[in-house]
């Protein structure tokens, strides 16, 4: 597979083609530099100094081009190191939050569970039966079932309410009908009494009576 395939971002291409050209710059340098077999004083020498010359500040550029690249790879990376750690940063953040929150989410779900397990003391109220109430109370049959309960809880209430006054009417009446039972109770034993007296004071009377003449 070609270079070409496997690199594709553009920055590193650019870097890339600069390494190439430096590369072939010094090889041609090297090239150039072995002028041994030539005499100092030939015009051969002297061109290939000239050649050499142009040749090296070429390859200069090349370098200054390549520090360029190296320069910039170098803050992009810096840069890319930063925001890197600050997008970890956020991820833990983030990961440490949805913790809490399944942590949070554990505990109210034990918390419904409780309270769907807990022996909760209407639930041992003698209501009437469901259909019996939808029929004394027809407008609660589109009810949801927690204001149905209610509903049943109201009625009981009110119902019982009914009978506590029914309860309490009776009550007095029979705290009357126990008065006047003591009064007439009270009544009789004055009678007797008065009974006693009279028949002690007839007595004189009757033996006056029972004389024989």
């Known amino acids: 597979m070609a270079t070409e395939d496997i690199v594709t971002d553009p920055f590193l291409r650019s870097m890339l083609d600069a390494s190439t050209h430096t590369l072939q710059q010094c090889i041609i340098l090297l090239e150039l530099a072995d002028i041994n077999a030539l005499p100092a004083t030939s015009s051969s020498f002297q061109n290939t100094l000239l050649v050499i010359s142009k040749q090296q500040k070429l390859l200069q550029s090349h ?3 390549l520090r360029g690249y190296n320069r910039n790879a170098l803050l992009t990376a810096r840069d890319a190191k930063q925001i890197t750690a600050e997008a ?5 953040r983030l990961h440490l939050q949805l913790q809490n929150l399944y942590y949070e989410q554990r505990h109210l779900r034990g918390e419904i569970t409780a309270c769907e397990s807990y022996d909760h003391k209407y639930q041992q109220l003698p209501l009437i039966p469901t259909k019996e109430f939808l029929l004394h109370c027809p407008e609660h049959r589109e009810a ?3 204001e149905l309960m209610i509903a049943r809880i109201n009625h009981e209430h ?4 009914a009978l506590e006054q029914a309860r309490q009417g009776l009550l007095k009446k029979k705290q009357g009908l126990i008065a006047d039972n003591k009064k007439r109770k009270d009544d009789l034993a004055s009678l007797d009494k008065d009974l006693e007296k009279f028949i002690d004071a007839a007595k ?3 033996k006056i009576f029972e004389k024989e003449y």
């Open 158 to 161: 009110a119902e019982r309410e």
């Open 88 to 92: 970890r940063q956020e991820i833990d």
């Open 63 to 65: 370098l200054g081009q």
């Open 204 to 206: 004189p009377i009757q």
């Open 144 to 146: 949801t079932e927690s």
